[in-house]
């Protein structure tokens, strides 16, 4: 099994930058998709980003795309995602999740905690 730990989340002024970072403990990160989602106060959570398992191809919500970048690094068995020109309405708690390359949750099979980005005007 894969435990997902995040990270790099905090205050920032719109327009700001941040680096969110996902590690996981388990022995199969490789094997899996990486993603993305958030969810806002009172929102439904929503798809961000996702790579697949060699990190040769990615997709994006169309309101991140351009400003947020995911990558990965299986020798560190961790994703990233990198969010430029922050705005607002990117205030959120962001997860990870490992499992298949889609931009729906249900075909993830493991998630982290969170970790809360807020954005100020």
């Known amino acids: 099994q894969e435990q997902l730990v995040e990270s790099g989340g905090g205050l920032v002024q719109a327009g700001g930058s941040l680096r969110l970072s996902c590690a996981a403990s388990?022995?199969?990160?490789?094997?899996?998709?990486m993603a993305w989602f958030r969810q806002a106060p009172g929102k439904e959570r929503e798809f961000v980003a996702t790579i697949t398992r060699n990190g040769g191809s990615t997709a994006y919500a169309g309101s991140v795309k351009g400003r947020f970048t995911i990558s990965r690094d299986n020798a560190k068995s961790t994703v990233y995602l990198q969010m430029n020109t922050l705005k607002p309405e990117d205030t959120a708690v962001y997860y990870c999740?490992?499992?298949?390359?889609?931009?729906?949750?249900?075909?993830?099979?493991?998630w982290g905690q969170g970790t809360q980005v807020t954005v100020s005007s």
């Open positions: 388990g022995r199969t990160f490789s094997m899996f998709a």
């Open positions: 999740a490992a499992g298949g390359y889609s931009s729906s949750a249900t075909e993830y099979h493991y």
